[in-house]
């Protein structure tokens, strides 16, 4: 009998996760924080993929070689697509120093400031001043600059609660929204795959797009050469995660699984490091492209 049980994970529990991040974006922990949870919950391999940058990689990449987790350099870049809709791409094993890669994300992050500066004004004159020294004292970066900072600003002051700030204040339509024209589908899956690495539409199923339109998404982005979806992610109830693992299979895509961590919520219970299995056996593991073999993935429980 073992007395302390060390990377105890539940049973059918997978330790992968390649979506998760750091205060390099707007996660609330520091890349060797969010490793050592990573860890400790289980997890064996992890790509740390913040939005719009590769900064943190290196670290990451030091730091899990220190603490014995197997890591993937990744990114998650912000798209518009067809004239408004914001959609997520992750790049999953890119090369951080593809200068290409790096110039293209520097000017996508170099607006979040001065958008930053709007949203505050715009909540000024809703009757919630200070917001931008609000939402900068969770921010490390200007050009991290997220509504996420804001949101967890209009929470602490009381403005929202928790699960509400971003349908109340942040979202499409409201007082703090201000749009903002990221980079476009073909550019941004160029910039993973000019870097070697693989491009994955994220956590398709929170666009609420129609059955159509998410098609017309996944033809596209196979056009410009993207190769897989997320299938499991903290955005997807368990139908979701069912029907895109179906939709990958028709579509020839590889089936990705992350957390999407930024924080630890009440609200929602997310581990980062370690994430639920592809919902079917004849789905296309993205991490058996990346060469991680079944027999790395048994898992060892408590005797
Ligand atoms: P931004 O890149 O500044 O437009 O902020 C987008 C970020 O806001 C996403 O990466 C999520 O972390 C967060 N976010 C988006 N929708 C929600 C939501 N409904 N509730 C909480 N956070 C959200
Ligand atoms: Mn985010
Ligand atoms: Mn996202
Ligand atoms: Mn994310």
């Known amino acids: 009998m073992h007395s302390k049980v060390e990377n105890f994970i539940p049973a059918n529990m997978l330790p992968i996760d390649f979506h998760c991040h750091s205060t390099f974006s707007d996660g609330s922990y520091n890349v060797e924080k969010v490793m050592d949870m990573a860890k400790a919950n289980g997890g064996k391999y992890i790509a740390l993929t913040d939005h719009d940058t590769v900064i943190g990689v290196k670290k990451a990449r030091e730091y899990c070689q220190k603490i014995g987790l197997i890591f993937f350099a990744g990114v998650e870049i912000s798209v518009t697509w067809e004239k408004n809709n914001l959609v997520h791409i992750l790049g999953l094993n890119i090369d951080e120093n593809n200068q290409i890669l790096i110039d293209n994300l520097n000017k996508l992050r170099s607006n979040r400031y001065s958008r930053g500066q709007k949203i505050a004004e715009n909540l000024a004159k809703a009757g919630i001043p200070n917001a931008l020294e609000g ?16 949101l967890h600003f209009l ?11 971003f349908e109340k204040y942040l979202a499409p339509g409201k007082i703090g929204y201000v749009p903002q024209v990221w980079a476009n589908l073909n550019d941004a899956v160029n910039w993973i795959t000019g870097s070697g690495g693989i491009a ?4 398709p199923s929170r666009y609420k797009f129609t059955r159509t339109k998410l098609l017309r998404l996944i033809d596209d982005f196979k056009q410009c050469g993207g190769r897989g979806i997320e299938v499991i992610s903290s955005s997807h109830s368990k139908e979701d995660s069912c029907n895109i693992a179906t939709i990958a299979n028709n579509h020839d895509l590889l089936c990705s699984i992350g957390s999407d ?13 370690i994430n639920h299995p592809l919902p079917y056996d004849n789905c296309k593991a993205i991490y058996t492209e990346l060469g ?3 027999n790395d993935l048994n898992i060892n429980l408590a005797d």
């Open 292 to 294: 991680i073999r079944q």
């Open 135 to 150: 939402a900068m004292k969770y921010c490390t970066n200007v050009e991290a600059l997220s509504r996420t900072h804001f």
């Open 261 to 273: 961590f930024h924080t630890l919520e009440t609200f929602r219970t997310i581990r980062v490091g």
């Open 155 to 165: 929470v602490e002051g009381g403005y929202a609660k928790p699960g509400k700030a």
């Open 200 to 203: 994955v539409i994220a956590h």
